[in-house]
């Protein structure tokens, strides 16, 4: 299939269920609200190292959050709901509990609940107060700017999907570049979702497996511009030199597919003339990942996109 | 549906107790059936169709009509449904309640809502000594749920109260919220004397007149800007003088130092 002189692959994004949340982070102002979501959705571009994917999922107003301050939504994914118990405690206890003016909130209220000051609250070495309002229980805990709010549990919903995915085929790193900036400035509009690694996109799309025994995952040589001569496999055309991956995060099945018809949207209306020419994604082979999201499915103008 | 309406035929000559009527307890009953349902008046016991007119009702509520000041122990551990009282009530209202709604129209006497877990309890007039607290021998008092006082309340408020919200629209009494253990307490008119006598936790919020401030509680102004934002969003949603509270400024006073100092009086400017 070719639109716009772009080719887009009859290929799928394979994605695999997992366990996410959304924290909400109020400041004194937006700028402190963002040093904690940066801080805390930092090192969190793969579960493969990172034990959770998590990102910025939007700005909030302050007549969006709880204390009428301004703040940052952010959603985080694991694995399992334990894990992600666990990067959640860490990181905002590493990130948001020590952030000046920060206070955190649940951002999902149905599913399982998991801590969220609830464990955080011994940092105040017995000087800490819980109150229940509204039927939530939030602890204040003393710290030196006053005290530290943070609501006790937040909630998982079992029904995020993460690893949807764009390969972005570009004749060089230039036009590469640009595609991904300007699809990622496209998705990130939407609710739902995140985009995990820096600026979203991913230089070093993997394959399973490598020649070494001990390595789960190694560079993904069919898309290698520079093993184009080289593999026993190449993906890529002479015109191709250089190749971006967008992956996305989302808390179901639908807001991944909606983030990624954006993106493919966003690419096509570009045209050929931007330097991208092919459009792919990155799979198992549809064995691995219960959600497959076909990408002639999801071009805009065509029907649902997931089988 | 299966809602009654119980109208006092005339004032009893002896205290009632009301404890074995819920919404529950009257549902699924004929109208003969609640006719003969006894009651205890003073040490006998007496069937309600000799005390009340009974009418049967569209709505699945339990409503009580007249003076029912000598009727104690009404929405006694109340877990579910609907109570409404049109007229004064006697002491114990909604003690123990878990869940559900009660409303009393006019005043009520002591110690209602002592032990209250949960659900919501009305009083349009105002309410006698020991709401909200404890039950004698009891570690704690209301642990749960709101109450709300259209009127004023007497001493001792929220004594040993442990969870819960606890909202007075005119006065307190003396020794408002003593041995507070946790919870809130917000009251819009004025303060008796030593407020906060003993409290280990918990929030007082003085919307109205400040009240005298006892020796063994200090003074605080460090920022909690945050937690009374969400104090007070949740407190104006119940309206009258608390409606404007987010809009003001907190004092804060920790105490009582004589029992940790984890409590706090804050006085709305």
């Not at chain 1, 509009?189 to 993997?206: D, E, H, W």
């Not at chain 2, 877990?117 to 909200?132: M, P, T």
Request: with cysteine; aromatic share 6%; net charge neutral.
């Amino acid at each position: 299939m070719e639109l716009n002189g772009i080719v887009i692959d009859d290929s799928f994004a394979e994605a695999f269920p997992m366990k996410g949340t959304r924290l909400v982070i109020t400041a004194h102002n937006l700028e402190w609200a963002r040093h904690a979501a940066v801080a805390t959705t930092g090192f969190a571009t793969s579960v493969i190292a990172c034990g959770c994917e998590a990102g910025i999922e939007r700005e909030l107003s302050p007549e969006e959050t709880p204390d009428g301050r301004p703040g940052i939504a952010i959603l985080i994914f694991s694995m399992s709901g334990r894990e992600l118990a666990k990067q959640v405690e860490k990181r905002v206890g590493q990130c948001v509990l020590t952030c000046p003016t920060t206070a955190v909130y649940a951002g999902l209220f149905e599913g399982d609940a998991i801590a969220l000051g609830k464990n955080l609250r011994f940092f105040g070495d017995g000087w800490q107060t819980s109150k229940v309002i509204g039927g939530q229980r939030y602890w204040r805990v003393p710290v030196m700017d006053g005290e530290f709010v943070a609501q006790e549990t937040t909630w998982v919903t079992t029904q995020a999907v993460g690893g949807g995915n764009l390969l972005l085929l570009a004749t060089d790193t230039a036009a590469a570049l640009a595609a991904a900036e300007a699809a990622v400035a496209a998705m990130k509009q939407l609710p739902n979702i995140v985009m995990p690694f820096p600026g979203g996109v991913v230089r070093s799309g993997s394959k399973v497996g490598s020649k070494y025994p001990t390595l789960g995952a190694s560079t993904n040589d069919a898309y290698c511009p520079s093993l184009r001569e080289l593999a026993a496999k190449s993906e890529l055309g002479p015109d191709i030199g250089s190749v971006m991956e967008i992956v996305i995060d989302g808390l179901t099945d639908t807001d991944v597919a909606a983030a990624m018809r954006t993106g493919l949207k966003t690419l096509i209306e570009r045209g050929a003339a931007s330097g991208l020419k092919r459009i792919g994604a990155g799979n198992y082979g549809g064995k691995l990942g219960p959600f497959l999201y076909h990408l002639h499915k999801l071009v805009p103008g065509m029907a649902e996109g997931r089988s | 549906m299966s809602g009654w309406t119980l109208t006092l035929k005339q004032a009893p000559a002896l205290r009632l107790d009301l404890r074995a009527l819920s919404p529950a307890a009257l549902a699924g009953l004929s109208a003969d059936a609640v006719a003969k349902f006894g009651v205890w008046h003073g040490n006998e016991s007496v069937a309600l169709g000799e005390l009340f007119t009974i009418t049967a009702r569209t709505d699945d509520a339990l409503h009580f009509e007249g003076d029912l000041s000598r009727a104690d122990r009404i929405g006694w551990q109340l877990a579910a449904g609907r109570i409404h009282v049109d007229g004064p009530v006697g002491d114990y209202l909604g003690a123990g309640m878990s869940g559900g709604e009660i409303v009393a129209s006019r005043d009520a006497g002591l110690l209602a809502a002592c032990e209250m877990s949960g659900g919501r309890l009305e009083i349009g007039g105002n309410v006698g000594d020991h709401a909200a607290s404890a039950l004698p021998g009891s570690m704690d008092g209301m642990r749960g749920g709101t109450l709300l006082v259209r009127g004023s309340a007497g001493a001792r408020f929220g004594d040993r109260m442990r969870r819960g919200s606890a909202l007075v629209f005119g006065d307190a009494g003396d020794f408002l919220a003593s041995r507070m253990v946790a919870g809130t307490i917000a009251v819009a008119g004025r303060i008796g004397a030593h407020a906060g006598y003993g409290m280990r936790r918990g929030s007082v919020v003085c919307a109205g007149t400040a009240p005298a401030i006892p020796p063994t509680f200090v003074t605080n102004d460090a920022n909690i800007a945050v937690f009374w934002q969400l104090l007070a969003r949740d407190l104006a949603r119940h309206g009258g003088a608390f409606a404007s509270l987010p809009a003001r400024r907190v004092q804060r006073h920790l105490g009582d130092l004589a029992a940790g100092g984890k409590g706090e009086l804050l006085l709305c400017v």
